[in-house]
């Protein structure tokens, strides 16, 4: 043996005699208590991290994952990153493959079994909100994930468990943004559990990190067109856009005409400033909007028809809008009571007037007649309400 390891030997069995020489007391007094949590370990690789990618490739992946989890040693758990969820793969392989096999059918003798692999996650303290890449790029959550396949009840169960709706994936989508898309090849097509999810996240009072600082610049209120509006990011933008973009008439028709989602002239305003927002795509929130007018139902796949041959260059000046817009065949009530205030906004003018920082000037002419007075005091009326509710 080399005095080099002698020595060392030597200074172990010392250190090893002075703790066992610490009183009773003492030892109680540093013993660690069952409910402290632990720290991950860093910079460490994971085994379980390791069996889990294994084991949920393998027949019946996702009860072995439930499995694996529950008997897992709670060192072994500690050791698995912070940021990594195995809700991932799970949830992902179920939607995947149902969606692929069977279309829009969900696999409701799989989701009880997520459901306890859910809890099971938050009983072991690792968070709901982690992720995982796939393909070494794309950056998945579950909530998203179970949002995105309309999971409904996971979709719940996660949100009941403190799992954050406000948080985007690798592609920018928030949960929002991915209940309105579908994920069976159909885009112009809405699911039922899609409309559901949508739901449930707005009964949370979904919001992302942009709506705060949205609010504060603008100081908005929090209604429900707010949430839609500010539920972006820089990749997909506004909900509502990205509908538009998409050409998804099932997700405008369902914002728009079942959860009343509208946009007010400053959030118009806003969006042809940044240029997020092309003018020939304002035609079809206007003519959503008249169809809700109407009472009728509507058919959105119609409202990027309009072009500047058949209607007019967008936006016109108030008086011309209103002129168009009294030959639709409305009722008279309708017309005067809602379109014109509608079509008298602010955002009816040029494009100066548009890009201008500068307040917008009002809209009283010398020529202006009795009855186009009354038609401005309307629309004045319709905006204070507007702001005061």
């Known amino acids: 043996v080399s005095p080099s390891h002698h020595v060392h030997g030597e200074a172990d069995h010392d250190h090893n005699t002075s703790k066992c020489k610490k009183s009773p007391m003492s030892a109680l007094s540093n013993s660690p208590t069952p409910k402290r949590k632990r720290k991950r370990t860093k910079n460490r690789n994971s085994t379980l991290k390791t069996e889990f990618d294994h084991t949920i490739n393998l027949p019946g992946g996702i009860r072995r994952t439930l499995d694996l989890l529950r008997n897992a040693p709670t060192p072994s758990i500690d050791t698995l990153p912070p940021n990594y969820s195995p809700l991932v793969s799970p949830i992902l392989l179920a939607g995947s493959t149902y969606t692929r096999r069977y279309g829009n059918r969900i696999p409701s003798n799989l989701i009880p079994t997520i459901l306890e692999l859910i809890q099971s996650c938050h009983d072991r303290n690792i968070s709901l909100n982690g992720g995982n890449v796939m393909g070494g790029d794309q950056f998945h959550r579950p909530l998203i994930l179970a949002a995105y396949y309309g999971f ?3 979709v719940h169960k996660l949100l009941t468990l403190g799992a954050k709706a406000d948080m985007a994936d690798g592609m920018g989508r928030t949960a929002l943004h ?24 707005l009964e949370q009072n979904v919001v992302t990190p942009h709506l705060t600082t949205w609010r504060r610049r603008n100081n908005r209120d929090g209604g429900l067109g707010s949430i839609i509006y500010a539920s972006t990011d820089s990749i997909s933008g506004s909900i509502l856009l990205m509908s538009i973009k998409n050409k998804n008439w099932a997700a405008v028709s369902f914002l728009v005409l079942e959860l009343g989602v509208t946009l007010t002239d400053r959030d118009y305003l806003d969006l042809y400033r940044g240029r997020h ?57 309708v017309f005067r009571n809602h379109i014109v205030p509608y079509c008298s906004r602010e955002w009816f003018y040029s494009d100066g007037m548009l890009l201008s920082d500068k307040p917008l000037p009002p809209r009283l002419a010398a020529s202006m007649g009795s009855e186009d007075r009354d038609m401005l005091s309307r629309g004045e009326q319709w905006r204070d309400f507007q702001r005061n509710g």
Request: aromatic fraction near 6%.
């Open 152 to 154: 409904v009840p996971l």
């Open 178 to 201: 991915a209940a309105l898309q579908n994920p069976a090849g159909q885009p112009h097509f809405l699911r039922e559990c899609d409309r559901n999810v949508a739901r449930l996240l």
């Open 277 to 333: 927002l092309q003018r020939k795509l304002m035609p079809a929130i206007v003519v959503v909007r008249m169809e809700m007018n109407k009472g009728g139902g509507v058919d959105a796949s119609s409202s990027l028809s309009w072009s500047k041959d058949v209607a007019w260059s967008y936006p016109p000046t108030w008086n011309v809008a209103v002129a168009l817009c009294g030959g639709c065949g409305l009722p008279e009530d």
